[in-house]
Antibody, heavy 120, light 108 residues
Framework: EVQLVESGGGWVQPGGSLRLSCAAS????????MNWVRQAPGKGLEWASY????????YYADSVKGRFTISRDNANNSLYLQMNSLRAEDTAVYYC?????????????WGQGTLVTVSS | SYVLTQPPSVSVAPGQTARITCGGN??????VHWYLQKPGQAPVLVVY???DRPSGIPERFSGSNSGNTATLTISRVEAGDEADYYC???????????FGGGTKLTVL
């Protein structure tokens, strides 16, 4: 069974940093590209970042570029999101999502999310 | 950047057909994916590549895509279909994934 479990969320002051993790199991992690998608309270989904299976391709949404860094450890089946210079507008539930086998890059599995709150 | 436009809400009576649109410039040339999200839960893929269904998704869910509009159609709507629905595409001009703003489906 495919499982994605996020961790690392919490409360942080503006300007602070957090590192999110996503532990993957039930599939060959190194075969799949991965994404971070976020959702501010009461708002819609916003794609944040993408990393290819070998980390050779990395993309960021304009809203996080230069502040967030996506990475992965295929040996340990883990995905990460280093978030620096956090702002109030970064407050959201952060989901990791697998770029799956179905079609042109649909997200076939999602974690349950981890909440990041940026507030003074 | 590429923009996807969805109606904020759609209402339908049980047993009727719901149609949720997703508008974008020449979206018919892109592959559109659809997700549903119930309160407090993670999104679930219900249609990929315009009109294909993942295993386990009822045949009542279907999709189409042409011109500037993609459409998710839910036939014989049930109370359990009440959720937020999002469309998604890959914008290859910016190397960004893009989600629509979401549509809240209400079953009357």
């Amino acid at each position: 069974e495919v499982q994605l479990v996020e961790s690392g969320g919490g409360w942080v002051q503006p300007g602070g940093s957090l590192r999110l993790s996503c532990a993957a199991s039930g599939f060959i992690f190194s075969d799949y590209s991965m994404n971070w998608v976020r959702q501010a309270p009461g708002k819609g989904l916003e794609w944040a970042s993408y990393i290819s299976s070998s980390s050779s391709a990395i993309y960021y949404a304009d809203s996080v570029k230069g502040r967030f860094t996506i990475s992965r450890d295929n040996a340990n089946n883990s995905l990460y999101l280093q978030m620096n210079s956090l702002r109030a507008e970064d407050t959201a539930v952060y989901y990791c999502a697998r770029d799956g086998d179905l079609g042109v890059g649909s997200f076939d599995y999602w974690g349950q999310g981890t909440l990041v709150t940026v507030s003074s | 950047s590429y923009v996807l436009t969805q109606p904020p809400s759609v209402s339908v009576a049980p047993g009727q057909t719901a149609r949720i649109t997703c508008g974008g410039n020449n979206i018919g040339s892109k592959s559109v994916h659809w997700y549903l999200q119930k309160p407090g839960q993670a999104p679930v893929l219900v249609v990929y590549d315009d009109s294909d269904r993942p295993s386990g998704i009822p045949e009542r869910f279907s999709g189409s895509n042409s011109g500037n509009t993609a459409t998710l159609t839910i036939s014989r709507v049930e109370a359990g279909d009440e959720a937020d629905y999002y469309c998604q595409v890959w914008d290859n001009s910016s190397d960004h994934w893009v989600f629509g703003g979401g549509t809240k489906l209400t079953v009357l």
